[in-house]
């Protein structure tokens, strides 16, 4: 009957206030009797999807198709789909940064999950914010989840090379920068740099979390690398839907699932596949809303012992489609089994050492996955730093710095804001030499931590055929950007970390190898500087001032006080 009243079903979960269930139940019924759904589709387990279309975020412009085919497994498995939107993040359509908007969209997806009737939830992410947003907000709903993410790009062709969004946006830009491409060239570049639907294809933010994703036993196996628009993808999908009706029955919601050994086993995949520095805050943010200390200790640790195994740019030469190609992440933590813990539970009800018992033994000889017996570069590709410029801890992507500068010392050249480095980098007058530290602050968590960390090469010395110089930060960088850059120091300038110190002429000296980022200047004189410093007022209303107010530093996963 249409119009029941009797629970039946997860339907009738969550009733909205009326103070009289009965009615609650009777007109959430007759409402739904309106999309045409009876009692026998309402009695089968609900499964919601929490999908993130949007036309600003064109990474996700077929994730209509994937929803679909996720829709056709839940009802080939028995259960009823649901799908709704939360929000859509595209990186490169918000000001200043997606990331400011990542603890929001954590917000929407956790109150929607959990305030909408359904037994499980397929999370449907993609572009660089939304799946870290997607996996926080499931593990506090407190619901079975499976994620499932759009898929990246493939490559694009120019005069006979592969290039691909975003590590070639950024070296044809900063060719452009030195005077090497024009006009036509450079638009005919620009026309090939996203030639698909789907995420970014090399090993930037939105790979990494897929990546990392699978690897804490959250998504099926396999899931993190097929293309946008490829069947596999679309297969997935499928699979995905089937199985989140098995979670409907009970499943452990994945605050539940994980542990402290999935975690560890998602920072060593990280540092294999070379992967995006902003991934390091986003696991950091999940696994505290598990309730897992994770802190950068934890990650440290869990890097100490891991080589490049995966050669994707920007850290390498290949592209998704290759990684994907060479059997993908199941093929990557088979060969890094002697390191994984094989305990960790995953979403399908095994565990890690089940999903490794399943892949047979057989590299592919694409090229894109090194073995532990031959690895593309030893242990640090990312690596963890502490000192006096970052007592609670600063990152670097080592495997993309320049091998020369990762011992060095320099004069710093100091930024207010990106504003200001925006402002001054190409001024012919900038007084700045090849081997001194531009400097940049006011660009961490409280400032909505932009990508800008990665700051040009001043244009007068790229000119001259500069192409990397040491550059430190509170702020992150793209996971598709290269270069010698320290990010994420913390405590971060907003709050009088020691980069709000920082003046034109100290010296900064970076030392990789030791794991230490130090400012040069005796404790006097900082002391006699702090004297002087006074914050600056947060922003004047809404999400910016809640943000401003409440968020914790990088090193915690910059998420909101009350959240974690
Ligand atoms: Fe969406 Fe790179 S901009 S994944």
Not at 83 to 101: K, R, W
Request: glycine share 12%; charged share 20%; proline share 7%.
């Amino acid at each position: 009957m249409v119009n029941a009243v009797s629970p039946t079903s997860a339907i009738d979960r969550g009733l909205t206030g009326y103070a009289d269930e009965g009615f609650s139940r009777f007109l959430r019924r007759a409402f739904l009797s309106s999309a045409g759904l009876d009692a026998e589709d309402l009695g089968r387990p609900i499964v919601g999807i929490a999908h993130t279309i949007s036309d600003y975020v064109t990474c996700h412009r077929d994730m209509p198709q994937l929803v679909d085919a996720i829709e056709r497994g839940i009802l080939e498995a028995g259960g009823m789909p649901f799908s709704f939107p939360v929000l859509g993040l595209g990186e490169p359509l918000l000001t200043p940064t997606a990331m400011v908007y990542r603890n929001l969209a954590a917000i929407a997806v956790e109150e929607l999950v959990r305030a909408q009737p359904m037994d499980s939830v397929v999370l449907v992410g993609g572009c660089d914010k939304t799946v870290p947003a997607q996996l926080m907000g499931a593990v506090s709903a407190g619901r079975p989840a499976i994620a499932c993410v759009s898929g990246s790009m493939y490559a694009g062709r120019w005069q006979g090379e592969r290039i691909g969004a975003c590590t070639d946006c950024r070296r044809t830009w900063a060719r452009h920068r030195a005077g090497e491409i024009e006009g036509d060239e450079l638009g005919a570049i620009q026309a090939e740099l996203c030639p698909t639907a789907g995420t970014c294809m090399v090993m930037g933010t939105a790979s990494t979390m897929a990546c990392v994703t699978e690897a804490l036993g959250l998504m099926l196996p396999g899931g993190a690398t097929p293309q946008a628009p490829s069947a596999a993808r679309l297969g997935h999908g499928t699979a995905t839907g089937r199985a989140a009706v098995a979670l409907a029955g009970g499943a452990p919601a994945p605050g539940e699932l994980l542990s402290a050994g999935s975690f560890r086993n998602a920072f060593i995949v990280l540092a294999a596949i070379g992967g995006s520095t902003n991934a390091v805050i986003h696991l950091t943010a999940v696994a505290r809303r598990a309730g897992l200390p994770v802190d950068l200790d934890f990650v440290a640790a869990a890097f100490a012992d891991v080589p490049l195994l995966v050669d994707l740019k920007p850290t390498g030469n290949h592209f998704m489609e290759h990684f994907h190609a060479d059997g993908g992440v199941p093929m990557l933590m088979k060969e890094l089994a002697p390191l994984l813990d094989g305990s960790a539970r995953t979403v399908e009800g095994g565990t890690v050492a089940d999903r490794i018992a399943a892949v047979a033994r057989s590299p592919r000889p694409g090229g894109a996955i090194a073995t532990l017996a031959e690895p593309l570069g030893g242990p640090g590709s990312l690596t963890v730093l502490r000192g006096s410029l970052a007592p609670a801890g600063a990152l670097i992507k080592s495997a993309a710095a320049s091998p020369e500068l990762l011992r060095h010392a320099g004069r710093a050249v100091v930024f207010d804001s990106p504003e200001d480095a925006a402002r001054r980098l190409d001024d012919p007058g900038l007084e700045v030499e090849p081997g001194d530290v531009l400097v940049l602050r006011n660009a961490g968590p409280v400032r909505g931590m932009p990508e800008a960390g990665s700051m040009p090469i001043p244009r007068r010395l790229a000119e001259a055929g500069v192409k990397d110089m040491v550059r430190v930060s509170d702020a992150r960088m793209s996971g598709t950007s290269y270069g010698t850059v320290v990010l994420h120091c913390s405590p971060e300038a907003a709050v009088g970390g020691p980069l709000a110190l920082v003046r034109d002429g100290d010296e900064i000296e970076l030392d990789v190898a030791a794991g230490r980022i130090d400012l040069r200047v005796e404790d006097r004189e900082l002391e006699a500087r702090r004297a002087e410093w006074a914050p600056e007022p947060p922003a004047e209303r809404g999400w910016r001032r809640l943000l401003g107010e409440r968020v914790v530093g990088a090193d915690l996963g910059a998420d909101l006080d009350f959240l974690a």
